[in-house]
Nanobody, 115 residues
Framework: VQLVESGGGLVQPGGSLRLSCVASGFTFNRYALSWHRQVPGKEREQVALITGDGGITHYNDSVKGRFTISIDNFKNTVHLQMNGLKPDDTAMYYC?????????WGQGTQVTVSS
């Protein structure tokens, strides 16, 4: 089982990034997928979640209207489109896949928002 994130980087305030998480080793559409972020010294927080069929999404209030989570079951990939980025969005972003019995995490991709 593997989750591999990509797409992080350095961006100016107001800019955009698109994170991707490619999954392998499990039945992708039987899991819920989410993105989380963490800064040193703080707890990891959920940013956005999507069900395996893409039918339900949920967002942290701090990113509503700016971030969009989507899923591509053919490519076993979940994306996080991030627009209107703010310095407070700076964090390590992690992909998470979970079901009733299993939970998998990626290694993370760093997002830095700075001028």
């Amino acid at each position: 089982v593997q989750l591999v994130e990509s797409g992080g980087g350095l961006v100016q305030p107001g800019g955009s990034l698109r994170l991707s998480c490619v999954a392998s080793g499990f039945t992708f559409n039987r899991y819920a997928l989410s993105w989380h972020r963490q800064v040193p010294g703080k707890e990891r927080e959920q940013v956005a979640l999507i069900t395996g069929d893409g039918g339900i999404t949920h967002y942290n209030d701090s990113v509503k209207g700016r971030f969009t989570i989507s899923i591509d079951n053919f490519k076993n990939t979940v994306h996080l489109q991030m627009n209107g980025l703010k310095p407070d969005d700076t964090a390590m972003y992690y992909c998470h896949a979970f079901s009733l019995h299993n939970s998998y995490w990626g290694q993370g991709t760093q997002v830095t928002v700075s001028s």
